[in-house]
């Protein structure tokens, strides 16, 4: 592994049912981040986390939960799927909030 | 209510010649800022920052102004390529630890050849 990956890679999922987005860095940075990305509306944040064992609510957390267990890994997840969760969805790491932050390849979830 | 702004959704310009992509934003927490660029089907790569205390930061072809009275940044590019071709972020956050990025609408940026 080198970098961030995230699984997995696509997802057609029925509308109300649950799933998780994977993430896991190996650089280990502190913080770690999910975003969403529409057309029109950029990258949104939805979650993040400082530092393992904390979580914090982004621009759009609403139907979202987060955890972060260890410092690799911080999955995302849709308790009940809706369509408006259809999206792009990017899984980003940063030593330290000055420092660039480094995205991994995405998740392309569709709902229906 | 959008933060960070780009209001140029798209710019084409011919390659050898100076691309400025724009970005304002209107929260004056915001003292660092950040630009990504992203091809299709790939995640953003970090391609330039600045901090508040600077007015100018530059990195081989890719510079960027920052003007805090007026709340806007521009990236330039010198002299543009066609592997410039991407939809460009910029990306504003307060240094007071929140961790929390904001970022623009993208600009999609075509060099054309």
């Known amino acids: 592994i080198a970098g961030i990956t995230q699984a997995p890679t696509s997802q057609i999922l029925a509308a109300g049912r649950r799933m998780t987005l994977r993430c896991t860095q ?4 502190n913080a770690m981040y999910w975003y969403r990305q529409d057309l029109g509306l ?10 393992a064992g904390t979580t914090g609510k982004g621009e759009v957390p ?12 911080f999955p995302l997840t849709l308790a009940s799927a809706v369509p408006s969760q259809t999206s792009v969805y990017f899984c980003a790491s940063s030593q330290g909030l000055l420092n660039k932050q480094f995205f991994g390849p995405g998740t392309r979830l569709t709902v229906l | 209510d959008q933060q960070v702004k780009q209001n140029s959704p798209s710019l084409s310009v011919q390659e ?27 995640g953003p790569t970090f391609l330039i920052s600045i901090s508040s205390i600077k007015d100018k930061n ?13 709340k806007h940044l521009s990236l330039h590019i010198v002299p543009s390529q066609p592997g410039d071709s991407a939809v460009y972020f910029c990306a504003a956050t307060p240094t007071s630890g929140t961790y929390k990025y ?12």
Do not use: Q
């Not at chain 1, 950029?42 to 530092?51: E, K, Q, V, W």
């Not at chain 2, 072809?61 to 007026?70: D, E, I, M, P, Q």
């Open chain 1, 26 to 29: 190996d650089m280990r940075h």
């Open chain 2, 16 to 42: 050898g010649r100076i691309s400025i992509l724009n970005c304002d934003y209107t929260n004056s927490m915001f003292d660092y800022f950040l630009w990504y660029k992203k091809y299709p089907a790939e």
């Open chain 1, 62 to 73: 609403d139907g979202y939960s987060v955890s972060r267990a260890n410092t690799d890994d």
């Open chain 2, 102 to 113: 904001i970022f623009g609408t993208g600009t999609r940026l075509k060099v054309l050849a």
């Open chain 1, 42 to 51: 950029g990258l949104r944040l939805i979650h993040y986390s400082n530092t």
């Open chain 2, 58 to 70: 530059e990195d081989g072809r890719f510079t960027v102004f920052l003007n805090k009275s007026a």
